[in-house]
């Protein structure tokens, strides 16, 4: 592992660099795809039920290990998630340009409630160790939303 990081905290470094990427690289595919909302919504609750919803979110689990005993991997955690809320504004955005989004909603506040509603849904279904609550939390934010 030497050969590749100077020590412990440029490897911490890089998975979490790779694991940001990672998601916000899927979140922006699926949230450019033709129906965007709803191709992510696939993507998220499949995900939870392929995994059994075993591990959480690859970025958020870092979070209790790390957020508080390490600045320099808080600091990159949460630009991860500020990425992270951005592909998810971007693809609001196409909802709101349409009008499917009431016309006092903010894709950039939207989207951090998106991404709160996820990291939640997904921490509960880790505890139950059912896709349910990923599944639900995700469903009925929609439905409140653009009313499907």
Same mark, same amino acid.
């Given at each position: 592992?030497?050969?590749?990081?100077?020590?412990?905290?440029?490897?911490?470094?890089?998975?979490?660099?790779? *694991?940001?990427?990672?998601?916000?690289?899927?979140?922006?595919?699926?949230? !450019?795809?033709?129906?965007?909302?709803?191709? &992510? #919504?696939?993507?998220?609750?499949?995900?939870? @039920?392929?995994?059994?919803?075993?591990? /959480?979110? *690859?970025?958020? !689990?870092?979070?209790?290990?790390?957020?508080?005993?390490?600045?320099?991997? #808080?600091? %990159?955690?949460? $630009?991860?998630?500020? *990425? &992270?809320? $951005? $592909?998810?504004?971007? /693809?609001?955005?196409? +909802?709101?340009?349409?009008? @499917?989004?009431? !016309?006092?909603?903010?894709?950039?506040?939207?989207?951090?409630?998106?991404?709160?509603? %996820?990291? /939640?849904?997904?921490? +509960?279904?880790?505890? *139950?160790? !059912?896709? #349910?609550?990923?599944?639900? $939390?995700?469903?009925? +934010?929609?439905? +409140?939303?653009? /009313? #499907?």
């Amino acid at each position: 592992m030497t050969h590749y990081f100077a020590d412990k905290n440029d490897l911490v470094q890089a998975v979490i660099g790779y *694991q940001a990427d990672a998601i916000v690289n899927r979140q922006r595919h699926a949230l !450019s795809s033709a129906n965007g909302v709803e191709a &992510w #919504r696939n993507m998220v609750i499949t995900a939870a @039920k392929r995994t059994k919803a075993k591990g /959480g979110c *690859q970025l958020g !689990s870092l979070v209790g290990q790390l957020a508080e005993s390490d600045p320099e991997a #808080r600091a %990159l955690i949460a $630009a991860g998630f500020d *990425q &992270w809320a $951005a $592909a998810i504004s971007d /693809g609001l955005r196409s +909802l709101d340009v349409d009008g @499917k989004l009431p !016309s006092d909603t903010d894709p950039d506040d939207l989207a951090i409630t998106v991404l709160a509603t %996820l990291q /939640g849904g997904l921490l +509960l279904a880790q505890v *139950q160790q !059912s896709p #349910r609550p990923i599944e639900t $939390a995700v469903n009925t +934010l929609f439905a +409140l939303i653009i /009313g #499907r």
